[in-house]
């Protein structure tokens, strides 16, 4: 059972493009929801995080947007760079747990 | 900086077989988890520590131990290593509290013959 969700599999855009990366739950106790970037060869590492108390976190080019009634969020990539071409996972922990449990990885692929 | 280190960094093991795969952190955390990735399964838990000389089991603990005999040091053992255990392993630390990072080590590529 997949608790949390992540399409597409793969995504190509051009650079310049936003590119948009999904991520769903099912898990209504889920409430810190991080974002890992991974480059091929290393391991993950944290790229952005939101809680479920906010519906929107920026940093720099990376947003997301969080829809708590629909439990969905998604990772928005402005002006995407060929050096942002990565996997990329969706994580969620619920409150009192220290279990981060990750999604199955977005690769985003920016074309120059 | 967080530095986590694994090693070794790549390994060729037959069927069988035994591997142990080592990770150190600087961090000073008290959490240490051991995860696979397979391509289509993002990571998954294996096994993870919160205290020296303590492990517990994650989601996917079968056919591998652990072994945390310092706060710095978590290793992963596969007494009988199987086919199905070939993967990129990743070790990360954290505090374990709140809103925490996990840092991760940068995987250990396991083929398994």
């Known amino acids: 059972q997949q608790q949390v969700r992540q399409s597409p599999q793969s995504l190509t855009v051009w650079e310049g493009e936003t590119a948009i990366l999904n991520c769903s739950y099912e898990n209504s106790a889920f409430d810190y929801f991080p974002w890992y970037q991974q480059f091929p060869g290393e391991g993950p590492a944290l790229l952005i995080s939101?809680?479920?108390?906010?519906d929107k976190k920026e940093d720099g080019r990376f947003t997301i947007f969080f829809n708590k009634r629909e439990k969905k969020l998604s990772l928005h990539i402005a002006d995407s760079q060929p050096g942002d071409s990565a996997t990329y996972f969706c994580a969620a922990r619920s409150s009192g747990s220290w279990q981060l449990i990750f999604g199955s990885g977005t690769q985003l692929t920016v074309m120059p | 900086e967080a530095a986590v280190t694994q090693s070794p960094r790549s390994k060729v093991a037959v069927t069988g077989g035994k591997v142990t795969l080592s990770c150190h952190q600087t961090?000073?955390?008290?959490?240490m988890y051991w995860y696979r990735q397979d391509t289509g399964h993002g990571l998954r838990l294996i096994h993870y520590?919160?205290?020296?000389?303590?492990?517990e089991k994650g989601d996917i603990p079968d056919g591998y131990k652990a072994s945390r005999p310092s706060q710095e040091n978590f290793s992963l053992i596969l007494e009988l290593a199987s086919l199905s255990q070939t993967a990129v392993y990743f070790c990360a630390s954290s505090d374990g509290w709140g809103q925490d990072t996990q840092y991760f080590g940068p995987g250990t590529r396991l083929l398994v013959l």
């Open positions: 939101i809680l479920s108390v906010s």
């Open positions: 961090n000073n955390h008290d959490y």
């Open positions: 520590s919160y205290v020296a000389d303590s492990t």
